[in-house]
Each structure stands twice: as C-alpha cells, then as structure tokens.
C-alpha cells in the first residue's frame, strides 16, 4: 500500500471493569489482575453470574463529565464519552474547532435500554420519562456521545453485535481511503442491562465462574461492559497536522458464517474467512502474524469454532489469547476496546495472557498463552470480533516500527 | 463516495403499499389514521412454514424483498448485505421485555431476544442467501437507510464487490407508537388524524441490488449520497453544491426534488430551511404522505424515485421539471433530516 | 404423548405440522422435523413452565430431546407439575 495511504491511530481512549484509561487498563494486564466480579450495580436477580462491570455508578460517571443532574443519560453514552474523551485529548482534536471533516461511528446493540428497562411502565404512564425515549435506540445514544463533544461532521451507528466496534473501525478505515473524511474516530461502548443479561442467560451460555476461554471445561460467558475508541486518519493527513501515530489499522475484513442466528458453524467458515481476508488485505501472509487477540468467549461452541479455523488458517497457530477474563465480553464495544488493548501490546512488546487456563481443547493443537512470554518485538496482532448472526471481523493492528 | 458510481438494478418493497408491485404509481392506497401496517403478501407463497416459522414478519419481508429484488437483477448471491433499521424487530423487543416483566427474569424465550439484536435482518437474509460475504448493519434512526446506503457505495470501492444487497426495514408496533407519539414525532391516538397536519407511522420493507457497472436491468444511477449531522444550512447547501458539481451537475440540472415532508410542523419547517431554497418549489414533491413515516422511510423514497427512472416519468401526482423524465444530463436528489440532525441527500440520474 | 406433541407444535411454533405427523421414536434434532439449537433451548423453558422441571445444562437436553417417547419418558418420571 501507498505508505502516505496507510492508516493510522493517533489516539484512542479505554473504559472497562479494568478501569479508565488506557494506563488502568495496561497495569491490571500486565499484573494479571481481572476485573470480573460479583454483579454491583446491574439490577438483576441473577446475581450468581459474575461480571465485568465498570466499577462506577451512573452518578459518579456524570459527575466526572460534569453533566448537569437534569440532563437525561443512558450508561452506554456515558462510558462512551469517557472512552471518546481519552482518545480525542490524545490525538489532539477538538471536533467543534475542527476545519478538517472529522466523522463518527459507533457500535452499539443495547442502545438506551438499561433505562428503558427500568421505566418501561412509567413511560406510558406519565410525562416525566418521555427524554428517554429519544434515547432508547441505538442511534439516539451515538448522538449523545456526539452532542456531547459537537463538531462531528457525520455520525453513524453500526449494530452488528459482538462484531460492532470492529465493523465501525472498518467502515473507518474505508472512509478514508475514498477521502470521505480526513479524521474518523471509531469504536463503540455498550452497558449492562438486565434485557441482555437475560438474553444470554436464556441462551444458556452464562457461566456462574470465572469464564475460561480455549479451556477443555470452559462453560460460557461472563457479560461485561466497556467503552472504547480510536481516532484513525491517513499517514498524509497525520504529518500534515503533526499527529503522532500509537499503531497502525494494517488491514481487516468482514464475513458471514451464514449458518444460525446464534450458533457458529462447525467448520468455522465465518471466521477462518474474516481472518483469512484481513491477513491478504494487509498484504501479508499468515506466519507474519505474532499474536492473536481471541475472540475467545469461553463458550464452547465460540471457542471451538474460533480455534478449528485458526488451525485452518495457520500453519502453525502463534501465540493466541483471550482477554474477556480480564474484561469480561463487551459486546459491541469488545471489537475497538480490544484493539486498544492490541496497541498497547504492541507498543510494550507484551502479549496479553489467557485467564483461568488449565487444561487444552481436545480437539485443538494448540494452548492459549496462559503465562507472559519473554518479551520480544511485536509487529502484527489479528484481533478477531464474532456476533451473533455469524458476524465475523478480523483487524490487524501494527506496530509504528 | 469518491470514485465509483453506482447503479441500481434490481428493487422490491412491502410496504403499506400493495406489495411487491408499483400499483402505488398510478393508483396509490390513501390513509387518513395515524398507523397504517404493511400489506404482506401470502408469506407461505414465498417461504416453507419450517423456514419461516421463527421469523418475525419483518424478517419475512427482508428475506422476500431481497429475493425478488436479487431475481430482478439477475444476480444469485451478491458480494455484500447490508441493512438499514431503526428499530429492528421492536416486536420481538417487546415480548422479552414483557416477558422479564411478567416472569422476573426466569422461563424467558430465547427465539425473542435473539431477533431482538437489529443485525437479525441482514445475518437472516445472508442465511438465506448461503453469503458468506460483508454483512453489516446501520441503526441510526431516520438516516438508518441512507447510512446503509453509504457503506454500499464505500464498499463498491474494493475489487471483489460488484453487486451489494441493500435495504431498508421496519416495523411499528402500537406500543412504540404511543412512544413516538409522546416524543412529538406524530400525533397521539386521543388526537386522532389531522388532515392540516396528516402525519402517520408507516413500516417499511425495501431492498435493492446496488451494482458498480451497468447492465440492461439498470433503472438509475446514485451519482453521490452524502451523510451529514447537524449541519448548518450553509453547509446542507453547500454540500448539495459540491455533490451536483462533482458529478458536473448544476442546480438548474435539478428536475426532480423529493423531500421527507409528511405534514409534522416541526419535521417540515427543516426542510424549507435546508436546501429547498435552491430550487424551485414546484419541483419539490414528498413520498411520506404515500407510504408513511418511519425510520426507514428514505428506502420507499429512493424506491419510488428508481421506478420514475425505469418508467422515465413521475406519477401524475408528483412534478417534475420536464415532460419526459429522467433524460441524459438531468438529475435528481433526496433530501432527509431527522430531528434536524441526522441529514442525508441522494443524488440520482438516469441511465 | 399427543399433549407433549401439542405443546411442542405450539411453542415451537411449527404451522402447518399436526401431532400425527411427529412419529414417537423420531430423531426430532438432526433429522425428522429438523430441530436446532435455539428449539432445545425453547424446550427446556417450555419444561420449567409447563412442568416445572429445571434444566441448567443444555448438554442434558440434547439426551432428553432425542424423541418424543423418550422426553415423554423424561417428564413423567420428573414432573413437578
């Protein structure tokens, strides 16, 4: 590719039950120390499934974004505009004073629904809930986080499940290389709710332990929440303005399993395709990857599909991990929050490791990274995001060198 | 949209239009209530009861407009499916939401939150399709479409994408009515319909084959679609400007202006503030008082608007500049907002 | 059995299937009326509320659902209902 066409990050922002900001989130990494715990704020009577909760209440999330108690919110703006705040200060960019066309887009499933649960019946019954109703869709929570900062010069939201953020980095990443926009800040942020939390409970592929993603007794999910996003632009437009790049979006692809609504296949089509087209969009060949952020759930049908295609793929499988036992699965943020995380990698020359592992897959040949692993120069990380609906992205991040 | 042009060759809806069919040309259906639903076709004509059986009716009708549309193009399996929706399933949200309500959280029906995530339109079609290719899914209240839209025409950028599957889809229920109602998007059931100011809920159901070259099923060409969020109407004008010029089109090119007026004074006193200015009022048509309002709406616009192009006139109730419509060196646009800050507009010609 | 046969055309929502259309010793999953997933998932809500029999592991349910006769076996001998 063009080396003034590639795409760059030159800012991101991180919220998860690991904490705010991308040094909270690298520390508890690095310490292997896990933010799953037992459920806080979610108002739900299945308090037997421990969660990856983002340790703030709406309240102190509010009063840290200085947004007035009048002021109607849902969870997943908030974190949102944390998450946005980070990466916009990093990059540098104020969209409101910006001459530069700067577009948003964001991944988001659950929209405004935490609240919409809580008033669904007061909603008809009075006049004082009628905010939330703007606020309930999926688009209407993207406006939020947009209103708040002002500027935007498009905004958009992509809903694809656990595959969002992924999907709206790539939709980033095709803006600019048609010349959309000259700066796209992508990711996505979701909240808690009881709504989803049921959902997957009812899909039973909850699991009321630690999750144990790749492990041969693993036994589901445990929900989490989050919020991340990256600021991307050309190398031309970076140098132009004297941004710094933190990594690069090297190359990506979507695909569809096309076999259940839930269920992915078992020979793991979707995957193997995502990934397998993200590798040649990049222009490289599968042994240049050295390392996989999983999207490893801990479901067995999740895990066994992602690792059947990866053995499909790869001649010899690299180093692979999954980071939900630190975060939890956050859904439609999980794509652009783990890309934060596989930045961070890179540039610490650190490969994340896989929680709570003990025993392989028997039908895999190969163990996730359960311990660190000496430290040696990271150039390529596959990130891979799977929805419900066999929606399947891979991205690959690269280091600046 | 940078480089390609793009062509639609093949469209279908369901709608509160009868279904699949252009009888709303000449004959268009009149509502005077404020909820209209779909006219389905006999489901069971297109779809085998064991396939169809845990499908909500908007599934249905995305599964059969993107067939009938993919058959009108002569295209088997596209390269992309990418879908449009405000709401999704709102229906199925509902039942599960009702069903925690009621339960409290135990004994809840797995098949209604799973149609509840909104990508359920576009993975369903793919399923059906046996697609393995992009598959995604935009829901951003009333621009749902038009964002759905844009992707299609990034995507027909790459080289292996010839062929994108695009559509729009929603349905109301009374319930999100009432909602909407209380949000001042219509009038409440207790008002009921005004003839000064006949805004209604429609649903809709529309999907299209977008294709980057043309062939003998091409009804029209989307010159530009541009996304745009709270603009100022100096930036809207100027946007259309840019849009026109590029495709080297002026404003006088302009024969044919099709906005999303549909009788709410707050909706309305937008668009005669955003880019109405630049052109003659007469040539200023509407397509919501045909088949409702909806997050999606935009979809039967551009539907409407791709068989004017195929028919080469308007319906006897829209005007156009000339006679003969859609004539080499004419075009046309759609222009949306919703709530003044989600904006799109569509450039179209003819082919 | 014709009542379990009812229950599950109703909550699977299989139109246009009648009881006896369903034979007792069918594989109701990968073949015969080609069961997935999400309807083992519907069943075993449909046994908590029809029957009050709770199922936490869907790998049980897969053995129960096998056939009719078998899953008719299953509920009478655990039926709290």
């Known amino acids: 590719m063009n080396?003034?066409?590639?795409?760059?990050?030159?800012?991101?922002?991180?919220?998860?039950?690991?904490g705010i900001g991308k040094d909270a989130t690298w520390d508890a990494l690095v310490n292997k120390r896990s933010g799953i715990a037992p459920v806080k704020y979610l108002q739900s009577s299945h308090g037997e499934f421990p969660v990856g909760e983002v340790k703030l209440s709406n309240e102190e999330m509010r009063a840290l974004l200085h947004i007035r108690p009048s002021t109607t919110t849902v969870r997943s703006s908030l974190l949102g505009i944390i998450a946005l705040e980070e990466a916009l200060e990093e990059a540098g960019i104020k969209p409101s004073y910006a001459k530069e066309r700067v577009a948003l887009i964001s991944g988001i499933t659950v929209g405004g629904m935490d609240q919409t649960e809580l008033v669904y019946q007061k909603l008809f019954e009075t006049e004082t809930y009628n905010d939330?109703?703007?606020?309930?869709?999926?688009?209407?929570?993207?406006?939020?986080?947009?209103?708040?900062?002002?500027?935007?010069?498009?905004?958009?939201?992509?809903?694809?499940?656990c595959s969002s953020a992924a999907n709206a980095l790539i939709m980033a990443s095709n803006m600019l290389k048609t010349g959309e926009a000259d700066i796209v800040v992508a990711g996505g942020c979701e909240c808690l709710s009881i709504y989803h939390f049921n959902g997957f409970h009812t899909l039973m592929i909850l699991d009321n332990e630690l999750c144990k993603p790749f492990d041969q007794h693993r036994k589901g999910i445990n929900l989490g929440e989050g919020a991340a996003y990256l600021v991307l632009e050309t190398t031309e437009h970076a140098v132009k303005r004297g941004a710094t790049s933190r990594g690069k979006l090297a190359g990506a692809c979507n695909a569809c399993d096309a076999f259940h609504l839930t269920a992915s296949s078992p020979n793991g089509i979707g995957p193997y395709l995502a990934m397998k087209g993200?590798?040649?969009?990049?222009?490289?060949?599968?042994?240049?990857?050295?390392?996989?952020?999983?999207?490893?759930?801990?479901?067995?049908?999740?895990?066994?599909?992602?690792?059947?295609?990866c053995m499909r793929l790869f001649d010899k499988v690299p180093p692979i991990a999954s980071i939900k036992a630190f975060t939890g699965h956050t859904t439609s943020a999980a794509g652009a929050v783990e890309g934060v995380i596989s930045l961070l990698a890179l540039e610490n020359n650190y490969m994340p490791v896989n929680l709570n592992?003990?025993?392989?897959?028997?039908?895999?040949?190969?163990?996730?990274?359960?311990?660190?692993?000496?430290?040696?120069?990271?150039?390529?990380?596959?990130?891979?995001?799977?929805?419900?609906?066999?929606?399947?992205?891979?991205?690959?991040?690269?280091?600046?060198? | 949209m940078s480089n390609?042009?793009?062509?639609?060759?093949?469209?279908?809806?369901?709608?509160?239009?009868?279904?699949?069919?252009?009888?709303?040309?000449?004959?268009?259906?009149?509502?005077?209530?404020?909820?209209?639903p779909t006219i389905d076709p006999k489901f069971s004509d297109y779809l085998p009861p064991l396939v169809s059986r845990r499908m909500c009716n908007l599934i249905r009708r995305a599964v059969i407009t993107s067939r009938v549309a993919l058959n009108e193009a002569h295209i088997e399996?596209?390269?992309?499916?990418?879908?449009?929706?405000?709401?999704?399933?709102?229906?199925?949200?509902?039942?599960?939401?009702?069903?925690?309500?009621?339960?409290?959280?135990e004994m809840l029906p797995p098949s209604y939150f799973m149609q509840s995530t909104h990508n359920v339109l576009s993975s369903s079609i793919a399923i059906d399709l046996k697609c393995h290719c992009?598959?995604?899914?935009?829901?951003?209240?009333?621009?749902?479409?038009?964002?759905?839209?844009?992707?299609?025409?990034?995507?027909?950028?790459?080289?292996?994408?010839?062929n994108v599957l695009v559509g729009g889809f929603d349905e109301m229920t009374s319930k999100y009515f009432e909602l909407m109602a209380k949000a001042g998007y219509w009038k409440r059931v207790e008002e009921g319909f005004d003839e000064e100011q006949p805004c209604f809920a429609g649903e809709v159901a529309a999907s299209f084959v977008v294709s980057d070259k043309k062939t003998p099923q091409t009804t029209c060409c989307i010159e530009g679609i541009k996304l745009l969020y709270k603009p100022s109407v100096a930036t809207f004008n100027k946007t259309i400007n840019q849009l026109l010029a590029k495709s080297e089109h002026t404003p006088a090119d302009v024969e044919l202006l099709l906005t999303g007026i549909n009788g709410n004074v707050k909706n309305d006193t937008v668009y005669r503030q955003l880019g109405l200015s630049l052109f003659d009022a007469n040539i200023c048509n509407t397509y919501k008082d045909l088949f409702g309002e909806s997050f999606t709406a935009p979809a039967m616009g551009l539907y409407a608007l791709s068989r004017c192009y195929a028919k080469k006139t308007v319906p006897p109730y829209w005007h156009s500049k000339n006679s003969s419509f859609g004539e080499k060196g004419k075009v046309s646009l759609i222009l949306n907002h919703w709530n003044g800050k989600s904006c799109s507009i569509i450039l179209l010609s003819g082919c | 059995?014709?009542?379990?046969?009812?229950?599950?055309?109703?909550?699977?929502?299989?139109?246009?299937?009648?009881?006896?259309?369903?034979?007792?010793?069918?594989?109701?999953?990968?073949?015969?009326?080609?069961?997935?997933?999400?309807?083992?998932?519907?069943?075993?809500v449909m046994l908590e509320k029809n029957y009050g029999i709770k199922l936490t592991d869907p790998a049980k349910g897969k053995e129960i659902f096998k056939s009719i006769r078998i899953m008719a076996e299953y509920v009478t001998a655990n039926r709290k209902k």
Not at chain 1, 374 to 400: H, M, Q, R, V
């Open chain 2, 134 to 162: 992009y598959n995604n899914t935009f829901v951003h209240r009333g621009t749902s479409f038009e964002q759905a839209l844009y992707d299609t025409t990034l995507i027909l950028n790459q080289e292996s994408i010839h």
């Open chain 1, 357 to 401: 592992f003990s025993q392989q897959m028997e039908e895999l040949n190969f163990s996730p990274v359960s311990n660190p692993l000496p430290k040696k120069p990271l150039k390529y990380i596959l990130s891979n995001s799977f929805g419900f609906g066999g929606n399947d992205s891979s991205i690959i991040f690269a280091s600046n060198k």
């Open chain 3, 1 to 44: 059995m014709l009542e379990l046969k009812n229950e599950i055309i109703k909550v699977l929502n299989l139109e246009g299937i009648k009881p006896e259309d369903i034979n007792d010793d069918d594989e109701m999953f990968s073949k015969g009326l080609g069961l997935d997933s999400i309807d083992a998932l519907e069943l075993i």
């Open chain 1, 278 to 309: 993200a590798i040649e969009n990049a222009g490289l060949k599968p042994s240049a990857i050295d390392y996989i952020n999983a999207h490893g759930t801990g479901t067995p049908n999740n895990d066994l599909t992602e690792g059947i295609a």
């Open chain 1, 132 to 161: 939330y109703i703007d606020l309930n869709d999926c688009g209407g929570c993207t406006e939020q986080i947009a209103d708040y900062f002002n500027g935007f010069s498009s905004v958009s939201t992509i809903v694809t499940a």
């Open chain 2, 4 to 36: 390609r042009l793009a062509f639609i060759q093949g469209a279908a809806h369901i709608s509160i239009q009868n279904p699949l069919s252009d009888e709303w040309f000449d004959a268009p259906l009149r509502y005077h209530q404020l909820l209209v």
């Open chain 2, 77 to 105: 399996v596209p390269d992309a499916i990418i879908s449009g929706t405000g709401l999704g399933c709102i229906g199925n949200t509902e039942k599960f939401l009702n069903a925690i309500n009621e339960n409290g959280e």
């Open chain 1, 3 to 18: 080396s003034g066409n590639e795409i760059l990050v030159t800012g991101s922002g991180i919220i998860t039950a690991l």
